[in-house]
């Protein structure tokens, strides 16, 4: 079964544009990462943040962590037509669980 | 350095054949897990091998099986395959620290067709 879901599904805007994604996830975590997905292949680490963290950034890409309402946002700004492809919030349990349990993912285009 | 690397790329197989996927992975990992991803789906976790044995397992059936070998290396065996078995396998390897899950690094995947 799928802990995490990704809001909204589907989401296509504009090259230059900002894109938010949200996930929410049923218990306690550990950590929380967003992965890339392009075209079905393997998945591209994006980032990795703590349950004790509330906000990380890295280059284009913000990610927000709310434990108490179990949630996080991943924001692209100023998107590319690269960054056309699936994003995967992906969590882990808390002592030590060492699954990773995905949503179902949101399907992002850019157009140019 | 490389990365992880799975193969066979693509695979297909009939209903009730037998099929084994490898993976070697990201250099100075110790840690190998597997998942299966139906199309339009998020991964799902098979189970995770670390010191030769099976870590941790998902809700999968005993026709799927692992190994782990050595070199860190691992297998993922399928019994009598279903059609519902098709998927892309994944493959992820990670150096597992104290404060749970380290970052999971994903090969490129497997491709298993089911006729």
């Known amino acids: 079964s799928q802990q995490g879901e990704e809001d909204p599904q589907a989401l296509s805007i504009q090259e230059g544009e900002n894109a938010t994604m949200n996930c929410s996830y049923k218990?306690?975590?550990?950590?929380l990462q967003w992965y890339r997905q392009n075209s079905g292949r393997g998945l591209v680490h994006l980032i990795l943040?703590?349950?004790?963290?509330r906000e990380k950034h890295s280059g284009r890409l913000r990610v927000t962590l709310d434990t108490s309402k179990k949630s996080s946002s991943l924001l692209i700004t100023a998107s590319r037509a690269a960054d056309t492809a699936s994003y995967f919030c992906a969590t882990d349990g808390i002592q030590g669980a060492q699954k990773l349990v995905f949503g179902q993912g949101t399907r992002l285009t850019i157009n140019p | 350095d490389a990365g992880v690397t799975q193969s066979p790329t693509h695979l297909i197989k009939t209903r009730g054949q037998q099929v084994t996927l490898r993976c070697s992975p990201k250099s100075g990992h110790d840690t190998v897990s597997w998942y299966q991803q139906a199309l339009g789906q998020g991964p799902q976790f098979i189970f995770q091998y670390y010191e030769e044995e099976e870590r941790q397992r998902g809700n999968f059936p005993d026709r799927f099986s692992g190994h782990q070998f050595p070199n860190y290396s691992s297998e993922l065996n399928v019994n009598a395959l279903l059609l519902g078995d098709s998927a892309l396998y994944l493959c992820a390897s990670s150096l597992v620290g104290d404060r749970g899950t380290d970052t999971q690094y994903f090969g490129p995947g497997t491709r298993l067709t089911v006729l």
């Open positions: 943040i703590r349950s004790n963290e």
């Open positions: 218990t306690s975590i550990n950590n």
